[in-house]
């Protein structure tokens, strides 16, 4: 290797899952449920890969991409089938999927794991449910791994892979806006662009996509803001039928919007979802406070800056404030 890695892999790790490729004759990729531009990204680099090394290859989402993401190239061949599980893969590669849990297949791939297929788990989160495990948790994005990933493969890397991964990179920086903004993000990013990145479009695909029914939404999350001043929590609340009045879902980017708050230790984003459930979304404002530590208290889990959990209950005001009951 003649070149820097930006990630802190094992390349050792990298070369056995060269390997494991270069055997496989049918590769499954798997992203994580309610899928973001890093793990598209990611899956949308490694068709455009595998293509380019002529493997037979499936793409799978449990849930459909967000449409501000279907610009990427190769967006349309991840599936959200999920009979997509009964062809013969003799090898999973998952990518940014912190759990088998957060797949959303998790039963279908325990099956593919007891029936000895492997996995290679290729994440920033603290992870190792694969057979290997290319993980940094240190690294802003999975983006930034699979690049340094690929470089070692010698992949090349046109300019639709450039764009991939920019995205993933844009989007778990917030477009350069949280502290997974750092010299390795902002060097590649600037390699990306070399490389024929399309910066533009993945910055108005991500940012300027809401509509008028969205914003009026956000408007409901905003005149509900509240401070718990004991705590130094800010926190607002979107129920149930605020999603039925708006007849919108676009509730994504809350959780960011709120962290811009200069007053508060921590943000939070408290929203009913289907069947009496509720989840917070958590992001960190103070440098010191650390949300995932919390959000696993209640069974969830993410990052030191942004995580979040799931919860039982409807929502109630009372008095000025609100209370899960
Ligand atoms: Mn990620």
Same mark, same amino acid.
């Given at each position: ?6 990630t ?11 390997k494991?490729?270069k055997?496989a004759? /049918? ?8 899928p ?9 680099a ?8 002529? /493997?037979s290859? *499936?793409a799978f989402?449990? +849930? ?9 190239k190769?967006s ?24 088998? /849990?957060? &797949?959303?297949?998790?039963n ?5 794991k ?5 996995i290679?788990?290729?994440d920033?989160?603290? &992870?190792?449910y694969?057979?290997i ?7 802003? &994005?999975? &983006?930034?791994?699979?690049?340094d990933?690929?470089?070692?493969w ?5 300019k639709?892979? *450039?764009?991939?991964l $920019?995205?993933?990179?844009l989007?778990d920086t917030?477009n ?5 903004t ?12 070399q ?6 479009i ?5 940012y300027?996509t809401?509509?008028?029914d969205? $914003?009026?939404?956000?408007s409901?999350? $905003? /005149? ?7 705590? +130094?929590?800010?926190?607002s609340v ?6 039925g009045? *708006? ?10 919007? $709120?962290?811009?708050?200069a007053? *508060?230790?921590l943000s ?9 459930e509720?989840r ?11 949300v995932a ?10 990052h030191k ?18 209370r899960?009951v």
């Amino acid at each position: 290797m003649n070149f820097e890695l930006k990630t802190k892999i094992n390349g050792q790790l990298v070369k056995e899952a060269d390997k494991l490729i270069k055997d496989a004759q /049918k590769i499954l990729l798997v992203g994580h449920k309610n899928p973001d531009g890093d793990t598209i990204g990611c899956l949308t680099a490694m068709v455009a890969y595998l293509k380019s090394i002529n /493997k037979s290859y *499936a793409a799978f989402s449990a +849930n459909e991409l967000p449409v501000n993401l279907e610009y990427l190239k190769h967006s349309q061949e991840i599936g959200s089938d999920k009979n997509i599980f009964n062809h013969s893969f003799d090898l999973v590669i998952c990518l940014d999927t912190a759990d088998l /849990k957060y &797949s959303g297949v998790e039963n279908e791939l325990n099956r593919l794991k007891a029936r000895g297929v492997k996995i290679v788990n290729i994440d920033h989160h603290p &992870s190792n449910y694969g057979a290997i495990n290319i993980v940094d948790d240190q690294a802003s &994005s999975t &983006s930034v791994i699979l690049y340094d990933i690929l470089r070692i493969w010698q992949a090349v890397i046109n300019k639709d892979m *450039a764009t991939s991964l $920019l995205a993933g990179i844009l989007v778990d920086t917030m477009n350069f806006m949280n502290s997974a903004t750092n010299d390795k993000s902002l060097g590649l990013s600037a390699e990306l662009l070399q490389r024929g990145a399309k910066f533009n479009i993945i910055s108005r695909q991500l940012y300027q996509t809401k509509t008028q029914d969205g $914003l009026k939404l956000w408007s409901r999350l $905003l /005149k509900r803001l509240k401070k718990n001043d004991t705590l +130094n929590i800010a926190y607002s609340v979107i129920l149930a039928e605020d999603i039925g009045e *708006a007849g919108t879902e676009e509730t994504e980017g809350m959780s960011n919007f $709120l962290s811009n708050l200069a007053e *508060a230790r921590l943000s939070m984003v408290i929203k009913e979802i289907k069947d009496g459930e509720i989840r917070v979304s958590m992001r960190a404002i103070d440098e010191q406070v650390d949300v995932a530590e919390m959000a696993r208290h209640f069974g969830g889990g993410g990052h030191k800056k942004a995580a979040g959990f799931t919860i039982k209950g409807r929502l109630e005001q009372e008095g000025e404030g609100w209370r899960i009951v």
